[in-house]
């Protein structure tokens, strides 16, 4: 017989193990498996979804400190390296589109990231690419509602 999981009770342990082991280099399914918390938790929990975050950033911020240390002091050198290897991947606060409007204020939040810049092009292309992607679908849908309405009212 399966045996159930007992739900996790989040407090300030969990969270700083979470982010401890998300610093060194844990993914998420490592971190499930280590401190036996669903998957699922650890991917829907706003707070341990932050501390996921802060864990990631503490690495990349440990990585890029050791990759800009090991170089000389060429600093055009060390820009372009940053840039192309994205080392400063902010987190950005897109929402997940429930319609039209807000995968359009999800693109212009990023435009507006990309301008002040905080995020780079490539990061701008893919969160364009995503939020275009629900924008077609849901046009998708609202031209089938309109011609399923136009169809029952021409019957």
């Given at each position: 017989?399966?045996?159930?999981?007992?739900?996790?009770?989040?407090?300030?342990?969990?969270?700083l193990r979470?982010?401890e082991?998300?610093?060194?280099?844990?993914?998420?399914?490592?971190?499930s498996?280590?401190l036996?918390?669903?998957i699922?938790?650890?991917?829907?929990?706003?707070?341990?979804?932050q501390?996921?975050?802060?864990?990631?950033?503490?690495?990349?911020?440990?990585?890029?400190q050791?990759?800009l240390?090991?170089?000389?002091?060429?600093s055009?050198?060390?820009q372009?390296?940053v840039?192309?290897?994205c080392?400063?991947?902010?987190?950005v606060?897109?929402?997940?589109?429930?319609?039209?409007?807000?995968a359009?204020?999800?693109?212009?939040k990023?435009?507006?990231?990309?301008?002040?810049g905080k995020?780079?092009?490539?990061?701008?292309?893919?969160?364009?690419a995503?939020?275009?992607s629900?924008?077609?679908?849901?046009d998708?849908?609202?031209i089938e509602?309109?011609?399923?309405?136009?169809e029952?009212a021409?019957?």
């Amino acid at each position: 017989m399966p045996t159930t999981r007992t739900k996790t009770k989040i407090n300030d342990e969990i969270l700083l193990r979470v982010e401890e082991l998300a610093s060194k280099g844990f993914n998420n399914i490592l971190i499930s498996q280590s401190l036996d918390i669903g998957i699922t938790t650890l991917s829907r929990n706003p707070q341990l979804k932050q501390s996921i975050q802060r864990g990631k950033l503490t690495l990349s911020e440990k990585i890029t400190q050791t990759v800009l240390d090991s170089l000389d002091e060429d600093s055009s050198m060390k820009q372009l390296l940053v840039k192309r290897l994205c080392l400063f991947n902010p987190i950005v606060d897109i929402k997940k589109p429930t319609d039209a409007k807000d995968a359009l204020e999800n693109i212009g939040k990023a435009i507006k990231l990309y301008a002040d810049g905080k995020i780079n092009e490539s990061q701008l292309r893919s969160l364009e690419a995503t939020n275009n992607s629900f924008l077609k679908g849901f046009d998708i849908v609202e031209i089938e509602a309109r011609v399923a309405a136009l169809e029952e009212a021409h019957a």
